[in-house]
C-alpha cells in the first residue's frame, strides 16, 4: 500500500551557485560515496548530479510527511542501477520500498519519491 509521495523540483542555476559560492555544500549534501561518483563528471554533469540528488532526498523527506530534519541529507543515498535507473536507500527506512524517478530539462531537476509499505 502506498503510504507517502513526494516531489521536488530544482533550479540548476540555483545549485551551480552553491556549489561555487559554499565549499561545504556538497558535503553536506552528499554521502561519501555520492560525492567519489561526483568528482569523475565534468562541470556541467556535477550540476545536475547534485541538483537531481538534492531533489530527490527532498522528495523522500515530503513523502515522509517531515521534510529534512527527521531524516538529514547524509542519511539518504542515490545509486543507479546496472541499467542507470536512480534508486535510493535511507537509513532507518528499511520497512518502505523506495520508489524514486529524476528527471532534468535544459534548467531545472525534478524528482519524485512513491513510498510502499512491504506486506
Do not use: W
Not at 554533469?45 to 531533489?55: H, I, L, N, P, T
Not at 527532498?58 to 510527511?65: D, L, M, V
Amino acid at each position: 500500500m502506498i503510504c507517502g509521495v513526494g516531489i521536488d523540483i530544482i533550479e540548476l542555476n540555483r545549485i551551480e551557485a552553491l556549489i561555487k559560492r559554499d565549499d561545504r555544500f556538497i558535503d553536506r549534501i552528499l554521502t561519501e560515496n555520492e560525492q567519489r561518483k561526483f568528482q569523475h563528471l565534468s562541470d556541467h554533469r556535477k550540476v545536475e548530479y547534485v541538483a537531481g540528488r538534492f531533489a530527490a532526498k527532498e522528495a523522500f523527506a515530503k513523502a515522509i510527511g517531515t521534510g529534512i530534519g527527521e531524516v538529514s541529507f547524509k542519511d539518504m543515498e542515490v545509486i543507479n542501477n546496472v541499467h542507470g535507473a536512480p534508486y535510493m536507500k535511507v537509513r532507518g527506512y528499511n520497512d518502505n520500498a523506495i520508489y524514486l524517478s529524476i528527471s532534468h530539462s535544459k534548467t531545472y531537476a525534478v524528482a519524485n519519491v512513491i513510498l510502499e509499505t512491504r506486506e
